[in-house]
Structures are given as structure tokens and as C-alpha cells.
């Protein structure tokens, strides 16, 4: 008996220590992380006012505003998403409703899953190499757009797959004996449930694709452009490129830093709104769906 309790003190013990190190870990991720973005708000607010958000770049872009910067990055994701989330979602629906569970369809998962993986600079080249130049769009909003829709396009496939094959099977079974189709019951049935789960997908796609340097690189983005564009073939400035240029290579490092660090605190609150929107949309949908 005596054994026993030492044994179960021993083994309490050694879950606690464990969990404390899980605690501290965790609490160290979440330190860097606010570490991290209190030093680009103290630093990026003082730069911040109404001038900077809808004034034009001027000096070599160490005065003036960001305007242009931040239209092109949110013409970029705009575009990206529009070409990326049908194509995505479509695919996902194929994938898992209507695709043999066969070699080919293995290959196509393993592929996707590999193409996920891919350097965004690679992909940068493709869109340079098909749609700059094969395609003639030249560096336009449509060629960086379709490029960045490339980039995400394997998430977006891979997380309906995931939300669509996470509905129990018995749905789709009572929703085809009660007389409807197939298209029916994935418009009507499944895509409302999975839909809370595949906003995850384009969640994380829209993170991906606002800070993105390098396909915009090569396919939308110019150095200094104070104007907005006007159509989807107009070249534009977009804000990690702005931030990249003004950080590294601009005219005037030491003039141009507190621009860099206020386009960075845009740049992440851009982000942080557009998570926010995407998570209401998802419980919107995740209660209308339990409401049904």
C-alpha cells in the first residue's frame, strides 16, 4: 500500500512539473508575441495620424502618407480572394463529394498538400513567367492577385476537404432518402455546416496573402507610385513591399524609419480587422447553422 501512494505521489508530481512547463512555454510564446507588437505600436503610433493614412508618399517615401500603399494591398487581397475562395471551395466539394477514392485522387491530395509548401518566391516567378509575360497582363492588381490566389488556393482546397468530411455521413443519407440530389443536399445541407469551418481556410489565407512580398515582387507592386489605380491593370504600391523598400534600400534609412515602423503597425492592424470580420462571419454562420 505504502508503494502505491509514493508511486501516485510520484506520478502527480511529474504531471505537475509537466504542466508547468507546458504553462511556461506557452506564456513565453504569448511574451514574444506581445513583446513583439508592443515594440511596433510604441514606435509606429507616433508617426500615425490622419495625414499619414490618406496622404501621398513624397521625398522617396520618407514623408508623406501611405494612402496608395494601403488601397493596392487591400485591391491585392480583394482580387486574391475573389479568384482564390469559388475555385478553392469548388475544388474541396469535388475532392470530397464527387471524386472516386481512388490513386488519382491520393496523388492530387498529396500534391496540393506539397504545393502548400512551396516558397511564395517560386510562385512569384510562375506569375511573372504566366501571367506578366505569356498572358500579357504586365505588373497589374490582376496579375499579383491571381498569383497570390495561387499561393493560398491549397489551403483554401484542403480546409473545405476537411470541413465537408468532418459532417457525418448520416446527414447526407436522411437528406438524399427525404428526395433531394446530391447538389441539393451539399447546397443545402452540408456547405451550411461546414461553412464556419472552410472561413477558417480563408482566414488563414487572408493572413498569409496581406504579408506576402514576394509574388507581389515580380507581378503588381512598384517602388514609388503616388497615385491610385484605376482598373485591375494598373500597377499599385501595397504595404510589405512599401515596408521592405523603406527598410532596406530607401533614399534615407534614418528619415525613413519611422515610416517603416508606422506602415507596420497599418499593416497588422489591417490584418487584425480583416481576422476579426472573418471570425464574426464565422460565428454568424456557426450559430445560424445551430439555429437551424
Same mark, same amino acid.
Given at each position: 500500500?505504502?508503494?502505491?501512494?509514493?508511486?501516485?505521489?510520484?506520478?502527480?508530481?511529474?504531471?505537475?512539473?509537466?504542466?508547468?512547463?507546458?504553462?511556461?512555454?506557452?506564456?513565453?510564446?504569448?511574451?514574444?508575441?506581445?513583446?513583439?507588437?508592443?515594440?511596433?505600436?510604441?514606435?509606429?503610433?507616433?508617426?500615425?495620424?490622419?495625414?499619414? =493614412?490618406? &496622404? %501621398?508618399?513624397?521625398?522617396?517615401? /520618407?514623408? !508623406?502618407?501611405?494612402?496608395?500603399? +494601403?488601397? #493596392?494591398?487591400?485591391? *491585392?487581397?480583394?482580387?486574391?480572394?475573389?479568384?482564390?475562395?469559388?475555385?478553392?471551395?469548388?475544388?474541396?466539394?469535388?475532392?470530397?463529394?464527387?471524386?472516386?477514392?481512388?490513386?488519382?485522387?491520393?496523388?492530387?491530395?498529396?500534391?496540393?498538400?506539397?504545393?502548400?509548401?512551396?516558397?511564395?518566391?517560386?510562385?512569384? =516567378?510562375? &506569375? %511573372?513567367?504566366?501571367?506578366?509575360? /505569356?498572358? !500579357?497582363?504586365?505588373?497589374?492588381? +490582376?496579375? #499579383?492577385?491571381?498569383? *497570390?490566389?495561387?499561393?493560398?488556393?491549397?489551403?483554401?482546397?484542403?480546409?473545405?476537404?476537411?470541413?465537408?468530411?468532418?459532417?457525418?455521413?448520416?446527414?447526407?443519407?436522411?437528406?438524399?432518402?427525404?428526395?433531394?440530389?446530391?447538389?441539393?443536399?451539399?447546397?443545402?445541407?452540408?456547405?451550411?455546416?461546414?461553412?464556419?469551418?472552410?472561413?477558417?481556410?480563408?482566414?488563414?489565407?487572408?493572413?498569409?496573402?496581406?504579408?506576402?512580398?514576394?509574388?507581389?515582387?515580380?507581378?503588381?507592386?512598384?517602388?514609388?507610385?503616388?497615385?491610385?489605380?484605376?482598373?485591375?491593370?494598373?500597377?499599385?504600391?501595397?504595404?510589405?513591399?512599401?515596408?521592405?523598400?523603406?527598410?532596406?534600400?530607401?533614399?534615407?534609412?534614418?528619415?525613413?524609419?519611422?515610416?517603416?515602423?508606422?506602415?507596420?503597425?497599418?499593416?497588422?492592424?489591417?490584418?487584425?480587422?480583416?481576422?476579426?470580420?472573418?471570425?464574426?462571419?464565422?460565428?454568424?454562420?456557426?450559430?445560424?447553422?445551430?439555429?437551424?
Amino acid at each position: 500500500m505504502a508503494s502505491a501512494d509514493k508511486t501516485a505521489r510520484r506520478k502527480r508530481r511529474s504531471e505537475k512539473a509537466v504542466f508547468w512547463l507546458l504553462r511556461l512555454m506557452s506564456l513565453a510564446v504569448v511574451g514574444v508575441l506581445f513583446w513583439i507588437l508592443g515594440f511596433i505600436v510604441v514606435k509606429g503610433i507616433e508617426v500615425i495620424d490622419w495625414q499619414f =493614412l490618406t &496622404g %501621398m508618399p513624397k521625398e522617396g517615401m /520618407t514623408e !508623406g502618407g501611405i494612402f496608395p500603399a +494601403i488601397v #493596392g494591398t487591400l485591391c *491585392l487581397v480583394a482580387g486574391s480572394v475573389v479568384i482564390a475562395f469559388p475555385i478553392g471551395v469548388m475544388s474541396g466539394i469535388y475532392i470530397s463529394e464527387y471524386a472516386p477514392d481512388n490513386w488519382l485522387v491520393k496523388f492530387i491530395r498529396v500534391m496540393t498538400n506539397n504545393l502548400s509548401g512551396v516558397p511564395s518566391i517560386v510562385f512569384g =516567378l510562375f &506569375g %511573372m513567367a504566366l501571367f506578366v509575360n /505569356t498572358l !500579357g497582363f504586365g505588373d497589374s492588381i +490582376i496579375a #499579383g492577385s491571381c498569383t *497570390l490566389a495561387l499561393l493560398v488556393l491549397p489551403v483554401v482546397i484542403r480546409t473545405t476537404e476537411e470541413a465537408l468530411r468532418a459532417i457525418d455521413h448520416s446527414y447526407r443519407v436522411g437528406s438524399l432518402a427525404l428526395g433531394a440530389t446530391k447538389l441539393q443536399t451539399i447546397r443545402k445541407v452540408l456547405l451550411p455546416m461546414a461553412f464556419p469551418n472552410i472561413v477558417t481556410g480563408l482566414i488563414l489565407s487572408v493572413g498569409r496573402i496581406s504579408g506576402e512580398t514576394a509574388p507581389i515582387l515580380f507581378t503588381a507592386v512598384a517602388y514609388f507610385l503616388p497615385k491610385l489605380p484605376t482598373s485591375i491593370f494598373d500597377q499599385v504600391m501595397a504595404l510589405p513591399y512599401h515596408l521592405y523598400v523603406i527598410a532596406t534600400s530607401g533614399t534615407d534609412l534614418e528619415a525613413a524609419r519611422p515610416m517603416a515602423y508606422g506602415t507596420a503597425l497599418v499593416l497588422i492592424l489591417i490584418v487584425l480587422f480583416i481576422n476579426l470580420l472573418a471570425g464574426g462571419l464565422r460565428r454568424y454562420f456557426g450559430n445560424k447553422v445551430k439555429t437551424n
